[in-house]
């Protein structure tokens, strides 16, 4: 059952910005390929969807950089370096050329996917500190700058109540302050 978007959900971000995506890539888990291919049980419609190279599925994931212009939440680096796994929907081909809002949360955090933490799906020396925020089935936070979504976000965290509440301690990826206005 797909979860509704709730802009103030994103107060459970660790981290907000907007910034240019660059370098979107599909990196394809050949591994679970692999695996799925290697079992007697699954059918040959499935078969051909994982032997298929051009063909996407839900535990393939998408990396890419985000060149940061403006942080509302947190603290980022010019630079990022996101990972984004979405077993319930999938990641898209490619996104649109443009500046988005973003929703992040450390690799490491509470509120990071429960699938994120499991060993046997993750490869142990993946040390990509961030992921796009996303509730379980949930769409992720990931908005054109002048969509209505991102600008209902941008209100909630730049009211009163809304910045004092998501005001967090955290610098856990060694990030240097580059929050602007």
Same mark, same amino acid.
């Given at each position: 059952?797909?979860s509704?978007?709730? =802009?103030?959900d994103?107060?459970?971000?660790?981290?907000v /910005?907007?910034g240019?995506?660059?370098?979107? +890539?599909?990196?394809?888990?050949? =591994? @679970? &390929?692999?695996?799925?291919?290697?079992? #007697?049980? %699954?059918p *040959?419609?499935?078969r *051909? /969807?994982? *032997?298929?190279?051009?063909?996407?599925?839900?535990h393939?994931?998408?990396?890419?950089?985000?060149? %940061?212009?403006r %942080?509302? /939440?947190g603290?980022?680096?010019?630079?990022?370096?996101?990972?984004?796994?979405?077993?319930?929907f999938? %990641?898209?081909?490619?996104?649109a050329?443009?500046?988005?809002?973003? =929703?992040?949360?450390?690799a490491?955090?509470?509120?990071?996917?429960?699938?994120?933490?499991?060993?046997k799906?993750?490869?142990? =020396?993946?040390l990509?500190? @961030?992921? #796009?925020? *996303?509730?379980?089935?949930?769409g992720?936070?990931?908005?054109? /700058?002048k969509?209505?979504?991102? &600008?209902?976000i941008?209100?909630?965290?730049?009211? #009163?109540?809304g910045?004092?509440?998501?005001? &967090?301690?955290?610098?856990?990826?060694?990030?240097?302050?580059? +929050?602007?206005?």
């Amino acid at each position: 059952m797909f979860s509704p978007f709730e =802009a103030k959900d994103v107060r459970h971000a660790d981290l907000v /910005v907007i910034g240019s995506i660059n370098d979107y +890539r599909i990196i394809k888990d050949q =591994a @679970f &390929r692999d695996g799925m291919l290697a079992s #007697p049980n %699954v059918p *040959q419609e499935s078969r *051909q /969807v994982y *032997q298929d190279e051009e063909e996407s599925i839900t535990h393939d994931y998408a990396r890419f950089e985000i060149d %940061v212009d403006r %942080v509302l /939440v947190g603290e980022a680096p010019t630079t990022l370096t996101v990972k984004w796994i979405d077993w319930s929907f999938g %990641v898209p081909s490619r996104l649109a050329p443009g500046t988005y809002l973003i =929703a992040l949360n450390g690799a490491g955090s509470l509120t990071s996917s429960i699938r994120d933490s499991s060993k046997k799906t993750l490869p142990k =020396a993946d040390l990509t500190p @961030f992921r #796009p925020y *996303q509730r379980p089935c949930g769409g992720v936070f990931i908005f054109p /700058v002048k969509s209505k979504e991102a &600008r209902t976000i941008i209100r909630i965290l730049e009211s #009163p109540s809304g910045s004092d509440e998501h005001t &967090r301690a955290t610098n856990q990826n060694g990030m240097s302050s580059s +929050r602007s206005s």
